[in-house]
C-alpha cells in the first residue's frame, strides 16, 4: 500500500488516531533538505508536514509509462503544492482549493499534448505542444517528475513546475484561469468582489506589462535576459503562477525583480501578514 493510501486511511479515522503526523520523519526531512525552499519558507515545518498529510489523504497518484510514483515523490509534489496554502487556515479549510480534483499524473519526461486551433480564417491547425506540467479546470494535475526535481536548483531560479500548476488550480477556482483567484473578503480593504479584483489588477497587469516588454526587448533587440521565466509574458494567467513560483522559491530576489508584487501576494497567500486584509 503506497503512503497516500495509508493517509487516506488514516485521515478516516477518528481524530484521536490520527494526531501525529504520519509521513515518516526521515522522509520528511529529506524531502525538506532535497528542497531547501520548503524549509525556509516557514519556521515550523510542522504546519506543512499536516498539510501535506492531509493533501496525500485526499488525492490519487499515477505513474504515466510505466513510472512508479513512489513515496517521496508524492511527499515531494504534497510539500509544494501545500506550500501556498500555508498561512490559509487548517487543512481542511485550506485544502478546499483543490477540492475540485483528485488525480495528479506524473510523467517520466516531458509530456507531448496534441493541440488545435482555429485561424480568423476558420481554418483548423493542427499541433504538438510540449508540456512540464498541466492542470486542467475541475480536471487532474499533470506533472514531469524531472521538472519536479528540478524546483529550486541553481539552473532554474524561482522555478517550481508543482507551485506553477497548483496555483493556476486556484486562479480557476472562479472559472478560467485569468490571473485573478476568488479573493476573500475586505482583500486590501476593498468593500465587494468588484473593488478586490480590482485592486488586484491594479498591481498585477502593470507588473505583467512591465515584464513582457522586458521579454520583447530581450528577444527582438538583444536586450538582457529577463530572470523570471519569459513564459509569463504569454498572459496574465501565465503571469501569475510564474510570479508566484519565484514568490516561493526564491522571496528575495523576486522582491527586488518586483517590488509591487510581494505586498500583494502576502495580502493573498499571508492574510495574517498584512494589514488591510481581512480573512
Not at 26 to 38: D, M, N, S, Y
Not at 60 to 74: C, K, N, P, S, Y
Not at 90 to 95: I, M, Q, T
Not at 217 to 228: D, K, Q
Request: aromatic share 10%; proline share 10%.
Amino acid at each position: 500500500m503506497g503512503l497516500w493510501q495509508r493517509l487516506r486511511a488514516r485521515w478516516q479515522a477518528p481524530a484521536v488516531l490520527r494526531a501525529a503526523p504520519a509521513i515518516p520523519d526521515a522522509l520528511w526531512h529529506e524531502t525538506l533538505a532535497r528542497w531547501p525552499f520548503l524549509a525556509a519558507a516557514t519556521p515550523d515545518s510542522a504546519r506543512l508536514r499536516a498539510l501535506a498529510d492531509a493533501f496525500l489523504a485526499q488525492k490519487e497518484f499515477h505513474g504515466a509509462h510505466g513510472l512508479e510514483v513512489t513515496d517521496a515523490m508524492a511527499v515531494a509534489i504534497a510539500a509544494q503544492a501545500c506550500l501556498p496554502l500555508l498561512h490559509l487556515g487548517p487543512p481542511a479549510e485550506a485544502l478546499g482549493w483543490y477540492d475540485d480534483f483528485v488525480g495528479i499524473v506524473v510523467h517520466p519526461g516531458e509530456a507531448v499534448a496534441r493541440r488545435e486551433f482555429t485561424d480568423e480564417s476558420g481554418v483548423v491547425h493542427h499541433y504538438d505542444e510540449v508540456l512540464a506540467g498541466e492542470a486542467m479546470e475541475r480536471g487532474p494535475v499533470m506533472l514531469s517528475w524531472p521538472d519536479v526535481e528540478a524546483a529550486g536548483g541553481p539552473e532554474a531560479e524561482g522555478y517550481s513546475v508543482v507551485i506553477h500548476e497548483f496555483v493556476h488550480k486556484m486562479d480557476m477556482r472562479n472559472g478560467p484561469a485569468d490571473g485573478c483567484p476568488p479573493l476573500p473578503p475586505g482583500f486590501l480593504g476593498t468593500s465587494g468582489p468588484r473593488a478586490a479584483r480590482a485592486a488586484w489588477l491594479a498591481v498585477l497587469e502593470p507588473a505583467h506589462e512591465a515584464f513582457r516588454e522586458q521579454v520583447i526587448i530581450a528577444e527582438r533587440f538583444g536586450g538582457a535576459e529577463p530572470w523570471l521565466d519569459p513564459y509569463g509574458a504569454e498572459s496574465l494567467s501565465e503571469f501569475l503562477p510564474v510570479a508566484c513560483e519565484a514568490y516561493f522559491v526564491r522571496p528575495a530576489r523576486f522582491a527586488q525583480e518586483f517590488p509591487t508584487l510581494p505586498p500583494l501576494f502576502d495580502a493573498f497567500f499571508r492574510p495574517a501578514r498584512h494589514p488591510l486584509s481581512n480573512r
